[in-house]
């Protein structure tokens, strides 16, 4: 079966940086378009960013863009998220879910917890 895991959550101090994992497994990862999502406290899910099948091409939301670096190895099954100049509005459960065939994600990870702080 699909499963999608994240790890690499935590706390980091405004202006920080921190890097998001999530492992693949029961499917051809290297086969699908891959994003990251995210939910601040309280409010709605947000798209971060999109991979294509072999990460040459990469699309981020405005908020996001030019702090945060999504990749991937798919030798390893893996989705990485580098993020940069943390900002405290970057606090937020962070979501890896796969590019489904139809329109929309079909498969969604737990998250992982990012929170900025002093």
């Known amino acids: 079966q699909v499963q999608l895991v994240e790890s690499g959550g935590g706390l980091v101090q405004p202006g920080g940086s921190l890097r998001v994992s999530c492992a693949a497994s029961?499917?051809?990862?290297?086969?699908?378009?891959m994003n990251w999502v995210r939910q601040a406290p309280g409010k709605g899910l947000e798209w971060v960013s999109t991979?294509?099948?072999?990460?040459?091409?990469?699309y981020y939301a405005d908020s996001v863009k030019g702090r945060f670096t999504i990749s991937r190895d798919n030798a390893k099954n893996t989705l990485y998220l580098q993020m940069n100049s943390l900002k405290p509005e970057d606090t937020a459960l962070y979501y890896c879910a796969r590019e489904g065939p139809g329109p929309g994600m079909d498969y969604w990870g737990k998250g992982t917890l990012v929170t900025v702080s002093s």
């Open positions: 991979i294509n099948t072999v990460g040459d091409s990469t």
């Open positions: 029961g499917f051809t990862f290297s086969s699908y378009y």
